[in-house]
């Protein structure tokens, strides 16, 4: 994207019919650290990439609970993350006092989806920088939502933002299919694994990552670090036995179970 | 619509305009309302009458009103109250229905809808004068619940309001049990109806009994009720009681 005379304020069409502030916006999004989000019929689980300023810093937080039903994590301008965030905890319990009931995700998504248009047609405002992933449950089951700084959303079945998110979307592109009968572990480990797409050959520790899960009759917990730690401990094994097959191609999909069944025989798992 | 009531020396002093702008008393009203849970819903009967202070006036008013697809809605007291609650549901459930998306308030959303507007208007000093009984069947699951006029809202198995507080509910507690079947829920409520149209004056020989199960409501047309009026203690009242008329 180059600079251009149509890019100076949002109110501003290019004749091509674009606006330029918004697209930066989304740009933004793009370079914060990945998030993912996937769903089968009951359970969505949210994960990211912990990123921190420096070593001696925590790292930031990423995924914000809304309500018992409802989590969403965030990628790009983290500040602008956390007030939507607060404004959806406004929503939802607001809906929650007037009504005694949980506000459905959809209707929470539109109203956000509204507040983010209204910065795209303001000329004293800017477009949050921020994408949401926001995943919650309604009468008709579980949804996964993203929200983008151009004020629109849309549904996913799995989704992943963020810088090397494109690894992420390959992944799950291959194994979405599956997702809406998933079983809870099944779909927590797609998302981990899903993560370590995004590292891109840097070693998937627990400490990188967290990890959110919500579903009918569940509400919105983090998984801890332990809980995390054993998942990555089931497939790293089984990753470095792909390895020793020599296989990344389709006929892995096939090979892997079988090879690491015999692998996981040679060694015994409670020596991991 | 915003006033001060003005407090000079501890004593009220009196806004003869602002007074012109909130409820004080009731005109038109309507009496008891009478509900239960059944097998496959919610009963609920009234009659059709409005009261003018002691006038029996207007003899076809209706007052249960079926909320959306799963709520029915029962008022008594100020009737034009009443006719102001059902705009408000209105809209309520207008934009509900915009929504589209396969999400629907059920009854408890509207019970505690009704329970926030009446609770509000109440701090304003400004009440809407009914006690409402709000009944409904959603994904199987019954609700019956009531909000008075200065915002008190429970749920129950039975509810009732004004005189069949007292008159019954008394009955309701001894002779309701879980899974009534249609038919004796309806001679359940006529059984308390009947009581009512004896001794509650503002009772008028009309009434109607409206169902709620999961397929939706149902008003029966108005009817009226067998009374018998040849009890010993009708016909010679003041038998043992010298002086009495």
Redesign the interface.
Not at chain 1, 97 to 101: A, K, Q
């Given at each position: 994207m180059f600079r251009n005379q149509y890019d100076t304020d949002v109110t501003t069409w290019s004749p091509t019919g674009r606006l330029f502030q918004v697209e930066y916006a989304m740009e933004a999004v793009k370079q914060g650290s990945a998030a993912i989000g996937l769903r089968s019929r009951t359970h969505v689980v949210l994960a990211c990439v912990n990123k921190a300023q420096s070593e001696l810093s925590s790292h930031q937080r990423k995924i914000f609970k809304v309500d018992d039903h409802i989590g969403v994590a965030i990628a790009g301008l983290t500040a602008d993350g956390r007030v939507l965030s607060r404004y959806m905890r406004s929503e939802s319990i607001n809906h929650a006092?007037?009504?005694?009931?949980p506000l459905?995700v959809?209707?929470l998504v539109v109203h956000l989806a509204d507040k983010a248009q209204v910065c795209t047609q303001r000329s004293w405002k800017r477009p949050y920088g921020v994408g949401l992933l926001v995943g919650g449950l309604?009468?008709?089951g579980a949804h996964l939502y993203y929200n983008c700084p151009s004020g629109n959303y849309f549904e996913y079945q799995a989704f992943a933002i963020g810088s090397r998110s494109q690894a992420a979307k390959t992944y799950l592109e291959r194994r979405f299919e599956s997702f809406g009968d998933s079983s809870k572990e099944d779909l927590i480990k797609d998302a981990i694994l899903a993560v370590r797409e995004t590292l891109q050959g840097e070693t998937l520790k627990s400490s990188l990552c967290t990890v959110a899960v919500l579903g009918v009759g569940e509400p919105f917990n983090f998984l801890d670090q332990e809980t995390i730690q054993k998942v990555i401990d089931t497939f790293e094994k089984v990753a470095e036995e792909e390895e020793g097959e020599g296989g990344e191609g389709e006929a892995e999909a096939a090979a892997a179970p079988p090879a690491a069944e015999q692998g996981d025989q040679d060694v015994a798992p409670m020596e991991m | 619509m915003t006033f001060t009531i003005p407090i000079e020396n501890g004593n009220e002093v009196k806004n003869a305009e602002a007074d012109s702008q909130r409820t004080l008393y009731p005109y038109v009203t309507g009496t008891s309302v009478v509900a239960i849970k059944y097998k496959d819903g919610i009963l609920m009967a009234s009659d059709m009458g409005g009261s003018y202070g002691s006038t029996l006036r207007y003899k076809n008013i209706e007052r249960m009103k079926a909320i959306g697809k799963h709520s029915l809605l029962g008022a008594s007291g100020e009737i034009s109250d009443f006719q102001e609650i059902l705009r408000y549901l209105d809209e309520l459930v207008l934009n509900d229905n915009m929504w589209d998306d396969g999400n629907s308030l059920g009854p408890k959303e509207v019970h505690n809808y009704l329970t926030r507007v009446m609770y509000n208007r109440r701090n304003k000093f400004n009440p809407l004068w009914n006690t409402l009984v709000l009944g409904g069947v959603k994904n199987g699951e019954k609700y019956l619940g009531m909000v008075s006029m200065i915002g008190v809202s429970f749920e129950d198995n039975h509810v009732a309001t004004g005189f069949g507080n007292h008159l019954a509910r008394p009955i309701l507690r001894d002779e309701w049990r879980e899974d009534l079947s249609f038919e004796d829920g309806v001679k359940l409520l006529e059984k308390c109806m009947r009581v009512l149209l004896y001794r509650d004056r503002s009772a008028i020989n009309k009434l109607q009994i409206a169902k709620m199960t999961e397929e939706g409501v149902t008003v029966s047309e108005p009817y009226s009720l067998k009374t018998f009026w040849e009890f010993s203690a009708f016909t010679n009242p003041t038998v043992g009681a010298e002086g009495s008329w």
């Open positions: 006092f007037t009504y005694e009931s459905p959809g209707r309604d009468e008709s | -």
